[in-house]
C-alpha cells in the first residue's frame, strides 16, 4: 500500500512541475536531473516506509582542507547549516550528498514538491559554498529550511 501510495505521489509532483508521469522503477528509485546538471534522487525504502531524497553537491579533493570538513560537520549540527537535511561524504567517490528522509505517511504531493524545492535549493547553495572554500574563498549562502511538518502528535512536545 505504501509503494502505491509514493508511485501516486511520484505521478502527481510530475504533473505538477512540469515533467509528465514521473515514475520510480521496480526498486522504488527515481532520478531527477535539474537543468541538465543536478541529479535528485527519490527513492520508496521499503524497510523503513520512508521516502529518501538525495542530491550530489560536488567532490571533496584528495587534500580537502580541514575547514571544509569542518562547515560540513558544523552544518550538521541540529541539521542547521543544511536546512534541516544531512550531509555525507560517500567515502569512495569523495562525494558529498545532501540528504533528506521522510516517512510516507507524513508526505502528500505539496509537501514532497515543497521538500523537493527546498532540496533542490541547498544542494545548489552546498555546490556553490564547496567550489567557493576549496578556492579559498568565503562560502556563499546559507540554506534554505526545509518545510516545517507538524508532528504527528499534533503539538509541541515540552
Not at 129 to 144: I, K, Y
Amino acid at each position: 500500500m505504501a509503494r502505491k501510495h509514493f508511485d501516486t505521489l511520484l505521478s502527481r509532483v510530475g504533473d505538477a512541475i512540469g515533467v509528465g508521469n514521473l515514475e520510480a522503477d521496480a526498486d522504488g528509485y527515481c532520478l531527477l536531473r535539474v537543468d541538465g546538471q543536478l541529479e535528485l534522487s527519490i527513492e520508496f525504502d521499503e524497510d523503513s516506509q520512508s521516502v529518501i531524497l538525495s542530491a550530489a553537491c560536488g567532490q571533496l579533493s584528495a587534500t580537502a582542507s580541514s575547514q571544509i570538513l569542518l562547515e560540513l560537520l558544523s552544518a550538521n549540527f541540529y541539521w542547521s547549516g543544511a536546512g534541516g537535511s544531512t550531509l555525507s561524504v560517500h567515502g569512495p567517490t569523495r562525494t558529498v550528498y545532501l540528504q533528506y528522509r521522510e516517512t510516507i505517511d507524513h508526505l502528500d504531493a505539496p509537501r514532497l514538491q515543497d521538500l523537493l524545492h527546498a532540496m533542490l535549493m541547498n544542494s545548489e547553495t552546498w555546490s556553490e559554498r564547496l567550489t567557493a572554500l576549496a578556492s579559498g574563498q568565503a562560502a556563499p549562502g546559507a540554506a534554505v529550511p526545509m518545510p516545517v511538518d507538524p508532528p504527528p502528535w499534533g503539538g509541541i512536545r515540552v
